[in-house]
């Protein structure tokens, strides 16, 4: 009788957890305000914090047999990056005195959050197709709610969907990243089964491939209202990966993957031009915000000739723009500055310095009056965290996410390929708008990572 009230126990558990992550999902894009600053959890916390304890008690329940079929690899790969990161930052604070703040305990905070939100994914949504599209779904469902406020821009702002400055499209996320970060998730999953459903038997999922063009048409023109021109670059990324690989798996001529990949490309990058003007109007012509994608990668040589000189503040180096230095071609300097810093230090490069770099090693950007504290991006982030091993930890992820993907293409000829194949186009996408933006893993998306890191090997 005990046996079986304790078997009853750990069904419940099970769906209670479930349940849970399914639903923290759901609510991952209401996130306008702070924990740390309110006391106030958002949904999502409280759903992920209900699926730690249950999730929790049910593998205690079940003697962690689940944990001990993950694989081996993966392990190592989370061990070596949880090493690299508190060595360096022990390396840190004897070589160089950077001792601990806030923002130190934040990044650590983040990272093994980050760590158990994608061993309980990776725990419950392995070998549970269902499960695993209900997870899919749910990704970008909620970024449907905000479709038709494309066409009441007036309620959007009063609603404090818009930031107040640049009137970009924010909805219910703390800043245009986030929301940039929610957006690209969900065109690229649904864009997946699109390709899968038009390149498969598409007749008998016609209205399903309107709807998903109608969705798929809207989360773009709300990603180019976000104007965040990194992740509307991934985006351009993502439908050439997709176009690509489905072409791929349906075992096309390379003329027609390549005929395919442009065609899709092309219809994605003129639906920003397609869409009435009267919607990007009364904040800024959607003209200029195109433009500026393709302009800023042509002026990194403006920067340099734009720097007035450089100081010091304290530890840490200050650069000084004249006000005709436009404001996003920083990157160019800030990664040609840390390059300097790891050919000076080599030990910055192999070791690491730790979470708290900043204290000494951040660099410091001012324009018209104002100070921004600029951050090396996701990869030369990783080496200053950690050094080699918490990059290398990265690449091991990457390298098991293909691996897993390639191996379901030639085994599998069914649908569920096209879900993990999405997944991993996603991961791919955010590293890639991470590199240009900034470092992922302090960034909130990087719960987007973790997950779809999960799903991607489930």
């Given at each position: 009788m005990k046996k079986l009230d304790k078997e009853k126990l750990k069904i419940q558990l099970k769906k209670i957890t479930k349940t849970s992550l399914l639903f923290g999902i759901g609510f991952l894009f209401l996130w306008k305000w702070s924990l740390r600053h309110t006391f106030i959890p958002r949904p999502a916390e409280i759903f992920l914090f209900v699926a730690l304890i249950s999730g929790t008690v049910y593998l205690f329940l079940n003697k962690f047999e689940d944990i001990k079929r993950i694989p081996k690899i993966v392990l190592i790969a989370q061990f070596l990056l949880i090493f690299s990161t508190l060595f360096a930052t022990l390396y840190g604070y004897i070589r160089y005195g950077l001792t601990f703040n806030s923002d130190g305990f934040l990044i650590l905070y983040k990272l093994f959050t980050g760590i158990i939100i994608f061993l309980g994914y990776?725990?419950?949504?392995?070998?549970?197709?269902?499960?695993?599209?209900?997870?899919?779904?749910?990704?970008?469902?909620?970024?449907?709610?905000?479709?038709?406020?494309?066409?009441?821009?007036?309620?959007?702002?009063?609603?404090?969907?818009?930031?107040?400055?640049?009137?970009?499209?924010?909805?219910?996320?703390?800043?245009?990243?986030?929301?940039?970060?929610?957006?690209?998730?969900?065109?690229?999953?649904?864009?997946?089964?699109?390709?899968?459903?038009?390149?498969?038997?598409?007749?008998?999922?016609?209205?399903?491939?309107?709807?998903?063009?109608?969705?798929?048409?809207?989360?773009?023109?709300l990603l180019i209202w976000n104007n965040t021109r990194s992740y509307i670059m991934a985006l351009f990324l993502s439908v050439l990966l997709i176009?690509?690989?489905?072409?791929?798996?349906?075992?096309?001529?390379?003329?027609?993957?390549?005929?395919?990949?442009?065609?899709?490309?092309?219809?994605?990058?003129?639906?920003?031009?397609?869409?009435?003007?009267?919607?990007?109007?009364?904040?800024?012509?959607?003209?200029?915000?195109?433009?500026?994608?393709?302009?800023?990668?042509?002026?990194?040589?403006?920067?340099?000739?734009?720097?007035?000189?450089?100081?010091?503040?304290?530890?840490?180096?200050?650069?000084?723009?004249?006000?005709?230095?436009?404001?996003?071609d920083w990157r160019t300097f800030t990664t040609v500055y840390y390059f300097r810093i790891f050919k000076s230090n080599p030990f910055a490069f192999l070791i690491g310095t730790g979470v708290n770099y900043p204290k000494k090693f951040s660099l410091i950007y001012q324009y018209e009056n104002e100070n921004f504290q600029l951050g090396p991006g996701t990869i030369l982030d990783m080496f200053l965290w950690g050094g080699v091993g918490a990059f290398l930890s990265l690449l091991i992820f990457v390298w098991l996410i293909l691996k897993n993907v390639l191996q379901k293409i030639r085994s599998a000829f069914q649908e569920p390929f096209i879900y993990h194949f999405g997944c991993a186009v996603a991961v791919v996408g955010l590293l890639f708008a991470s590199i240009l933006t900034g470092s992922l893993f302090i960034s909130y998306a990087s719960i987007y990572f973790w997950i779809l890191s999960a799903m991607a090997l489930a």
């Open positions: 990776f725990i419950f949504i392995r070998g549970d197709e269902c499960f695993f599209k209900r997870v899919y779904i749910a990704f970008w469902l909620p970024s449907i709610i905000f479709l038709p406020f494309l066409f009441l821009p007036q309620i959007a702002e009063k609603l404090s969907f818009l930031t107040a400055d640049s009137k970009t499209f924010i909805g219910l996320a703390y800043d245009p990243h986030l929301e940039a970060a929610i957006l690209f998730v969900a065109f690229t999953l649904l864009f997946a089964t699109f390709m899968y459903s038009l390149l498969g038997n598409w007749r008998k999922k016609l209205v399903w491939l309107l709807v998903s063009l109608i969705f798929l048409y809207g989360f773009e023109a176009s690509a690989g489905i072409g791929i798996f349906f075992k096309k001529k390379p003329i027609w993957i390549f005929l395919i990949a442009c065609i899709s490309l092309f219809i994605v990058a003129i639906i920003p031009f397609s869409f009435p003007s009267y919607i990007f109007k009364p904040y800024s012509q959607k003209l200029e915000q195109i433009s500026k994608i393709s302009s800023n990668w042509s002026k990194s040589n403006i920067f340099f000739e734009g720097i007035k000189g450089e100081k010091k503040i304290g530890s840490r180096n200050m650069i000084i723009a004249s006000s005709s230095v436009p404001g996003y």
